[in-house]
Structure formats: structure tokens, C-alpha cells
């Protein structure tokens, strides 16, 4: 027998809100660390060459304002597989310094990301590959980008890629309340900073970060191991090359002067 709706009184709501609240600051403690002083950047950078590199330990993305070379980069996110945590580089506070700043063994943020020998994971490397070039002169390499490798183990093969949160909806295996979850934290940040929502996408610049953008930024790339897990098992060994040279090609093209990207034609497949 359903039980009748519980009625809450002000005070009742005060007290839901403030556990709620005490909840998401104990969630964003064990979710990331936001690295926005130099000093913090040899010890994150420490972490990420002494990791193991098969599989890929390091899975990244970008948050910004029209991520692009017409725009800017606001955030870095670098999940650490191994560690289960993500770092989260302030790139709108710290700049040049945060990509060329040496570690104690000469290793910098950009040698990492420019490195064919450090495997790192990207889902749709090219806009955040056109914004690190244009901007930063960084140059990827040693990249899988997870898009492409679904796009090339599917059983039928259509013509479009599928964006992050299909994959995710479609091909994990999450519990009930790991898709609530995911599904609150996305709409959360998209309230935030999707204009159609009533949001800008400036908020990635306001400081101090909001735990709701924070914990977005965490949520694009917490998932990307067990995705790339997901599709390694049905990659064939001819099939993996075609993806390698897919994902260069990637790269390479946005780099280049023609490079446009935004437009329906980034939704049609590499192949």
C-alpha cells in the first residue's frame, strides 16, 4: 500500500536543504581538486607520468567559452584513472603558466599532452585540440578519441557519430542511481551555462567554481575508462590501426587554417 506524499514545513526544507548541501561539498571533496596556484602544478604533473600506460590511465577534456580558436579555455579536466580522481586545471586563472610550469624531473602539462609515449583519452578531440593549438601552440599526440572507437565497433555502422551522453545512457551499465545521478548533475550544469537554457557559458570563468559546475566538468570525464573499456573489447586489430589514423586525422585537421568547428558536418563520421 503507497503511503501519502510527506508534507514538509519550512523548517523541514531549511534542514533538507542544508544536508543536502553538506552532502555535494563531501561529494566535491572526493570528486576532484581544482589546481589554480603554479605551486600545486609540479605535484599534479608527478602524478600523471607515473602512471601506467596500458590501458590509458589519463582521460581528459575542456571546458570553456566557444571552445575553439575563436574562443577560449576556461578549465582542463584530467581524470587519473588508477587514482579514481580528477584534476581540475585552471586554466582561466593560471594561463601559459599552467601548460608550462616544470616539474622536478623537467616535465611540463605541455610535454605531457604533446607526448606519443603518454596514452591519453579524448571523446572528440577536435575542438579541444583546435583551442590547445591556436591558443597554447600545443600540439596533441598519443591520442585515442573514444568517439571515433565507437563509431568504428559498432555491429551497423550509420552515418553520425554519437555525442557523450548517448554513449553513456547506451552503453554502460549503470544502477538507477548512478543514471539519477548523472542525469542531475548534467542538468544542473546545463541550467548553468547552456544559453538556451538561460545560461552562459562565462560561468566556466566565475570564480570562486560553483559545485555544480565543478561536479560537470568531474562528470565528462569519470565515465571515459569504463567507455573505452567497453569498446577495447570489440576493436579488432585492423580495426584499431583504421582508429588510430581516423583520431590523427582528427588532430591534424584542426589544426589547420580551414578548420571550422562548429556545423552539422562535425556529426557525420570519420569514415
Known amino acids: 500500500m503507497e503511503g501519502a506524499p510527506i508534507a514538509r514545513g519550512s523548517k523541514d526544507d531549511e534542514v533538507l536543504s542544508a544536508l543536502t548541501k553538506n552532502l555535494a561539498q563531501t561529494t566535491l ?7 589554480d596556484t603554479v605551486e600545486a602544478i609540479p605535484a599534479v604533473i608527478k602524478t ?20 575553439s580558436r575563436q574562443g577560449s579555455i576556461s578549465i582542463l579536466q584530467i581524470h587519473v584513472a588508477p587514482k579514481k580522481k580528477t584534476y581540475l586545471i585552471d586554466i ?39 583551442a590547445l593549438f591556436s591558443q597554447f601552440k600545443i600540439s596533441l599526440a598519443g591520442i585515442t578519441d573514444l568517439q571515433v572507437m565507437e563509431y568504428g565497433t559498432r555491429s551497423f555502422r550509420r552515418q553520425f557519430v554519437s555525442g557523450l551522453s548517448k554513449c553513456i545512457d547506451r552503453d554502460l551499465d549503470l544502477s538507477y542511481s548512478q543514471r539519477s545521478k548523472c542525469q542531475h548533475v548534467k542538468e544542473e550544469g546545463l541550467k548553468l551555462f547552456a544559453p538556451g537554457r538561460g545560461g552562459t557559458y562565462e560561468v566556466f570563468n566565475q570564480r ?15 565515465w571515459l575508462p569504463q567507455l573505452y573499456q567497453t569498446y577495447l573489447r570489440k576493436v579488432s586489430k ?11 586525422h582528427r588532430v ?20
Open 238 to 248: 585492423s580495426m584499431s590501426a583504421k582508429i588510430a589514423l581516423a583520431t590523427l
Open 29 to 35: 571533496h572526493e570528486a576532484y581538486e581544482l589546481i
Open 92 to 130: 582561466h586563472t593560471l594561463g601559459t603558466k599552467a601548460f608550462d610550469t616544470t616539474s622536478e624531473l623537467d616535465h611540463t602539462l605541455r610535454s605531457v599532452l604533446q607526448s606519443e609515449s603518454i596514452p591519453k583519452v579524448f571523446f572528440d578531440v577536435r575542438n579541444d585540440s583546435d
Open 252 to 271: 591534424k585537421e584542426s589544426q589547420s587554417s580551414s578548420y571550422n568547428g562548429h556545423g552539422k558536418h562535425k556529426a557525420v563520421g570519420p569514415w
Open 48 to 67: 600523471l607520468v607515473d602512471q601506467p600506460v596500458i590501458p590509458p590511465s589519463l582521460y581528459i577534456d575542456l571546458e570553456g567559452v566557444n571552445l
Open 208 to 222: 570562486p567554481l560553483s559545485d555544480a559546475i565543478g561536479l560537470y566538468c568531474v562528470q565528462d570525464v569519470q
